[in-house]
């Protein structure tokens, strides 16, 4: 057993331990800046990216500057992961420089490794499997449009990729239900549903009707995921799937539409949509800075007590 806080996934963290990170990044949100005025001046943390991003590079550079910290960046292009450095050496070396890494990678197992052999906090910045900071701010931004996350329910349409796992796992912490509308072939593992349910989750696979009837929040993003190479298939399998005027109209009155972004317009979303009243999608973005400066207070700082 380790001390260090990591934030790997939602599903390895206490629902208590969650919602206090929201709050503290509600209240950086608010100017109430619990630990102070610079908090974290004179740490730095590591940003690496496997991956291309836009909201996550700039939300976590920008927010640690906001708490008085300094940010590194390395792309596996430029950095010697990409000639093959192994994640644990370099986990390692960052750990004698840095005060916390983040990163974004292919598979979980890269994070895991990472986590094993960094001597500083981790933080998942996305991976094949999951992506927990974008789900932190989706929760915050519900909360924010539906003053509660308890007794809502979530329609996830689409690709069963790994922001739904994120929203899963939240699931089983946040007391809210999720249907899910997904073709086959793309969809979650049912394990990880059943562990979710098992842990108090709500959440099941069902037909695109049933889970856009009575939903309070509906939620779709890309149907290619970075990484994936099945284009002309995933085009086709998920066709029926789109989020148009029609299929938003089946939620009830008051639902909000999310999407983590990058959105791939007119496919899995209309313009008409995601542009619409009911979409929220940009204050998911903003909010990504919020509670992940929530995030970056636990890991680097604990929790207020
Ligand atoms: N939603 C999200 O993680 O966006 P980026 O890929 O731009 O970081
Ligand atoms: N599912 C998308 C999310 C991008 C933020 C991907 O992994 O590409």
Not at 201 to 215: F, H
Request: hydrophobic share 40%; aromatic share 6%.
């Amino acid at each position: 057993m380790t001390d260090i806080r990591h934030f790997l996934d939602i599903d390895v963290l206490p629902s208590g331990t969650l919602n206090d990170i929201l709050t503290l990044g509600d209240s950086e949100k608010a100017g109430k800046a619990p630990f102070g005025d610079k908090p974290l001046a004179g740490k730095t943390l590591a940003l690496i990216f496997e991956k291309p991003s836009t909201r996550t590079r700039v939300s976590f550079e920008v927010g640690m500057r906001q708490l008085g910290g300094d940010v590194v960046v390395l792309d596996a292009d430029s950095s010697q992961l990409g000639r093959g450095e192994t994640i644990a050496d370099t986990a390692r070396v960052l750990s004698r420089f840095v005060d916390a890494i983040m990163i974004r990678t292919t598979d979980e197992s890269k994070l895991l490794e990472m986590a094993k052999y960094a001597t500083v906090p981790v933080i998942n910045g996305l991976t094949d499997q999951s992506h927990p900071c974008q789900i932190m701010a989706d929760l915050m931004t519900i909360k924010e449009h539906k003053g509660r996350l308890d007794g809502l329910k979530f329609a996830w349409v689409g690709d069963g990729n790994n922001v739904s796992a994120s929203f899963i796992h939240a699931s089983s912490k946040f007391g809210f239900s999720m249907d899910m509308a997904c073709p086959a072939g793309y969809r979650p593992n049912q394990g990880m549903i059943e562990t979710a349910n098992v842990d108090g989750g709500k959440v099941r696979m069902t037909d695109l009707d049933s889970a856009l009837a009575g939903a309070d929040v509906v939620v779709t993003d890309c149907w290619v995921s970075m990484g994936d190479e099945d284009y002309d298939a995933r085009m086709e399998a998920l066709a029926p799937y789109q989020i148009n005027a029609k299929t938003m109209a089946q939620a009830k009155d008051d639902a909000i539409f999310m999407h983590c972004l990058p959105a791939h317009r007119n496919e899995e979303v209309t313009d008409e949509v995601i542009d619409g009243p009911q979409s929220v999608v940009f204050d998911e973005a903003e909010n990504r800075l919020h509670a992940q400066k929530g995030v970056l207070l636990y890991c680097f700082n604990g929790l207020p007590s």
